[in-house]
């Protein structure tokens, strides 16, 4: 079945270190991006890419980084200067924007904690 | 110019009864407004999208109403079910041009139905 997988479901982080969050998607989309959730706060933007080997900063990408390397591929890399890690973090795709617009399509996400 | 309010923040229904959930924009570039349902521990799911050229769009028991004047824009769950039950989030986006499929999504809020 086509869909997006992000992996793993639950991610623990010790102070100080960077964790990276895998998301694979097999619906032949161009555009991939990360989002974050916290309570109350609706979903915040991270970083996108268009296209592979290229990338664009969202609403909050500080102490993220990210790479595209692959159409199919889109993994995020919390850095130990994010401070505030803990979330639920939510990755999705969509194919070319058109006028009809394109629906994003989500993984079931992961949870990072901190220990 | 890039917000979209939601409002309320959590709804209680009574089954059969109709579930009416509110969003205001502020950017007129905005062309793509769908409605995305999340269950806990999922990603969140699209339930159905407009565009401003039409003032209604009905999915089933699920209507979303169009204002375009007055940038707002509502879903409509008809006799809501227990199984209707999760966080519904608004959004909004430029369905073409550079910024093709960034969503900008409201707070969300949390529906629930009882029996």
């Known amino acids: 079945d086509g869909g997006i997988t992000q992996s793993p479901k639950y991610l623990f982080r010790k102070e100080g270190q960077n964790v990276t969050l895998s998301c694979e998607q097999n619906l032949n989309h161009d555009a991939m991006y990360w989002y974050r959730q916290d309570p109350g706060q609706g979903l915040r933007l991270i970083y996108y890419?268009?296209?592979?080997?290229?990338?664009q900063k969202g609403d909050i990408a500080e102490g993220y980084s990210v790479s595209r390397e692959k159409k199919e591929s889109f993994p995020l890399t919390v850095t130990s200067a994010q401070k505030n890690p803990t979330a639920f973090y939510l990755c999705?795709?969509?194919?070319?924007?058109?006028?009809?617009?394109?629906?994003?399509?989500f993984g079931d996400g992961t949870r990072l904690s901190i220990l | 110019q890039q917000q979209v309010k939601q409002s309320p923040q959590s709804l209680i229904v009574q089954k059969g009864g109709i579930s009416i959930i509110n969003c205001a924009y502020e950017n007129t570039a905005f062309d793509y407004f769908p409605w995305y349902q999340q269950f806990p521990g999922k990603g969140p799911a699209l339930l159905i999208a407009i565009r401003p050229d039409v003032s209604e769009k009905k999915e089933g028991r699920f209507t979303i109403s169009f204002n375009k004047s007055a940038k707002q824009f509502s879903l409509h769950i008809m006799d809501s079910q227990p199984g209707d039950s999760a966080t519904y989030f608004c959004a909004a986006s430029r369905a073409a041009g550079t910024s093709y499929g960034k969503l900008t999504f409201g707070q969300g809020t949390i529906l629930t139905v009882h029996p």
């Open positions: 999705a795709s969509s194919g070319k924007g058109g006028r009809s617009g394109q629906p994003q399509h």
């Open positions: 890419s268009q296209i592979v080997n290229d990338f």
